[in-house]
Nanobody, 127 residues
């Protein structure tokens, strides 16, 4: 019923910027939290940033605070991740995800809290 499609990944030098997009279809978009996760080879998938259904509840991982910003465009069913001042340790496959339960006040940071995932987009940051 739900499909998520990420785009915007690529190669960037340290200190540069990228903007990722995630277009969703199938589920009533405005009622659910959406989030970004990332995973490097051989490592566990980790939470990056999330945005609640109301738009007032946000949370970002400590590793990206002040550099990454999550936003959403309800009219176009799209979530964005603006990544600035990127570092080599940001290199990973980035996934967008849709939360299981609607109307949550704060984004969940655990993988089990999300039931739909995109296929991922590769982000590589060179030194």
């Amino acid at each position: 019923q739900v499909q998520l499609v990420e785009s915007g990944g690529g190669l960037v030098q340290a200190g540069g910027s990228l903007r990722l997009s995630c277009e969703a279809s199938g589920r009533t978009f405005t009622k659910y939290t959406m989030a970004w996760f990332r995973q490097a080879p051989g490592k566990e998938r980790e939470f990056v940033a999330g945005l609640s259904w109301s738009g007032g509840g946000t949370y970002s991982a400590d590793s990206v605070k002040g550099r990454f910003t999550i936003s959403r465009d309800n009219a176009n069913n799209t979530v964005y991740l603006q990544m600035n001042n990127m570092k080599p340790e940001d290199t990973a496959v980035y996934y967008c995800a849709l939360e299981r339960r609607p109307y949550t006040l704060q984004p969940r940071t655990d993988i089990e809290g999300y039931d739909y995932w995109g296929q991922g987009t590769q982000v590589t940051v060179s030194s």
